[in-house]
């Protein structure tokens, strides 16, 4: 194995792990692809999330600390951001919030938004244009 051709992709808790992984780790990763990811516990399904990291007003830090949103400044690597924009399990706002630190931090992203596509991202040509542009873009940061 190729130790400068480690790269990571994730979709939805995946895609947070991703995100995570390259923001937090990013001396081990390359290249990650995030689809779908929670960058935000403050807007993830609260009795999902409540369960394994308490309510966030008891949890403050936690619920901070592993926010892919709060690492922006750490980001070392590609990065590729998709989302649905009608997801109906992550909502949207995590990667447009996302999107916006990266900016701010003056970090260099690839995004993808597709509309009108659900968390699934499925639909006339929509899944073979996500794979092929996951495809392109691990063939070229790798």
Known sequence: MDGNRIGIFGWSYGGYMSSSCLFKGNDVFKMA???????NWRYYDNIYTERYMAKPQDNSFSYDDNSPINHVHKLKGKFLLIHGMGDDNVHFQNSVELS???VQANKQFTEHFYRN??????GGNTRMHLYRLMTDFILENL
Request: glycine residues 0%; proline residues 6%.
């Open 33 to 39: 692809i995030a689809v779908a990811p929670v960058t």
């Open 100 to 102: 916006e630190k990266l």
């Open 117 to 122: 596509r659900n968390h699934s991202i499925y």
